[in-house]
């Protein structure tokens, strides 16, 4: 296993060592794991941080801004090599099938965006895909759109998933992250060549688009609970249900003299899986496959053209090829042909062997970086880490690891509240 200094270069990135925690992450063998949403109240949380204000975060929120100018240089000797047999894990649905390779092309469920605040407190956000698991509860993105190793700041608060976004909308629900898997070496020693994380996320939640309107207008109901757990929810969204009433909180005096309190209980869009699918894995693969890259490209090229809006999936294809970038101390990686810009489309989803009627294929890569290799000013090649048995290592200590369900918060059960509960919309 390569073990490298670390490093300036590339992107911002942040390891849980250097993020300032009163103790190490944990680690096991190559495997480094934190937390991301511990529990209900958390996650729930962070679901309201994102539809607060009309979900302003969720529309302000900008990619993630890393350096993308960057030297990718082809190499004919060296480069990545297998350091075992080949291996796949089929996708979810694709169990007993065989994926076949297919030219037209429709674009995947499994992907979309990964949101987050970034080191400097701002929203951000990349790609990511959901992948096969036991509890059909995984996404795969890059190492650096859940730690920021480059600015000593952890990257993970208020990480949420959003499969199949489309302009802004969340058609599958939207899932948060609760734990988060990275390479050992990418963790402490920052190695470009281990830039990949597994991240497991809670189930879904269906709601409204706006988060301090009346929550009756999402799909849910209200459920009475004691001031014990009502106090356990962030203090500003507290003092906003008894200032106002208009969150997902909210206090009310009963007919008995005492003041009630209610949380909103939102609606469980299900496993992550279950409802979008999952990639298949490969790694130990030739170098040299054809390779679809699904992802969200934003930004500019260094020409000034702005060639995609961040806005929906884009798609490119074509072979892959070793790569070195020694700004990042990238010796294994991996390149493939693509006018992707690099805000966005980090943690893109490389899929050989897609199929175009299933939509599936086995996920190969994710896009850390971009360059311009002919001078043009033009991006013209996308860069990933080369998926070998140490990939599978972590993505084996994620796969089988329960998340469930976050649509009631609470440690205990909820009270519900006939009087101040509308009908459940589906």
């Known amino acids: 296993m390569k073990r490298t200094m670390a490093f300036g270069g590339l992107v911002a990135t942040a390891g849980l060592l250097a993020a300032g925690l009163a103790a190490p992450a944990q680690a096991a063998g190559d495997v480094a794991t934190d937390a991301l949403a511990t529990n209900g109240i958390a996650a729930w949380s962070t679901i309201a941080y994102w539809y607060n204000n009309q979900a302003a975060n969720l529309i302000n929120a900008t990619p993630y801004n890393v350096e993308t100018k960057v030297v990718a240089k082809h190499v004919s000797k060296g480069g990545p090599a297998p350091d075992s047999k080949p291996g796949i894990v089929p996708a979810i649905g694709d169990e ?64 949420v998933f959003i499969p199949g976004y489309y302009q802004g909308k969340t058609p599958y ?108 894995l490969a790694y130990n693969q030739k170098v040299g496959k054809p390779v679809f890259v699904f992802g969200y490209p934003s930004g500019q090229h260094p020409d000034g053209n702005q060639a995609y809006s961040g806005q929906t999936l884009k798609w490119s294809y074509g072979k892959t090829f070793a790569v070195q970038v020694p700004a990042i101390k990238g010796e294994e990686l991996v390149g493939t042909k693509s006018s992707f810009t690099g805000e966005g489309a980090l943690g893109s989803a490389w899929l050989v062997n897609y199929n175009n009627g299933r939509r599936l294929g086995y996920l190969n890569g994710v896009t850390i970086g971009v360059s311009d290799t002919d001078g043009n000013n033009r991006f013209d090649t996308s860069f990933s880490p080369y998926f070998d048995g140490e990939l599978y290592g972590v993505y084996s200590a994620a796969k089988n690891l329960w998340s469930g369900s976050i649509a009631i918060p609470f440690e205990s059960p909820a009270i519900p509240h006939a009087s101040e509960s509308p009908r459940p919309r589906s």
């Not at 092309?105 to 956000?125: E, I, M, S, Y």
């Open 96 to 159: 007993k099938k065989a994926a076949g390779k297919s030219k037209n092309v429709n674009l995947p469920k499994t992907t979309g965006k990964v949101f987050f605040d970034g080191a400097d407190g701002q929203p951000h956000w990349c790609t990511a895909t959901s992948v096969q698991s036991a509890y059909k509860n995984l996404v795969a993105t890059a190492g650096h759109c859940v730690y920021d190793t480059g600015k000593n700041a952890a990257t993970m608060e208020n990480w």
């Open 173 to 280: 629900g939207i899932y948060v992250g609760k734990q988060a898997f990275t390479h050992y070496d990418f963790d402490v020693y920052e190695d470009g060549d281990r830039d990949y994380a597994f991240v497991t996320v809670y189930n879904g939640l269906t709601m409204g688009h706006d988060g301090i309107s009346e929550p009756d207008e999402a799909p849910g109901e209200w459920y009475e609970v004691s001031y014990e757990t009502y106090s356990k929810f962030p203090k500003m969204y507290r003092e906003r249900a008894k200032e106002r009433g208009r969150c997902y909180l909210k206090e009310r005096p009963g007919k008995d003299g005492k003041t009630h309190y209610f949380v909103w209980k939102f609606v469980d869009a299900g496993a992550l899986g279950a409802n979008v699918g999952g990639q298949g």
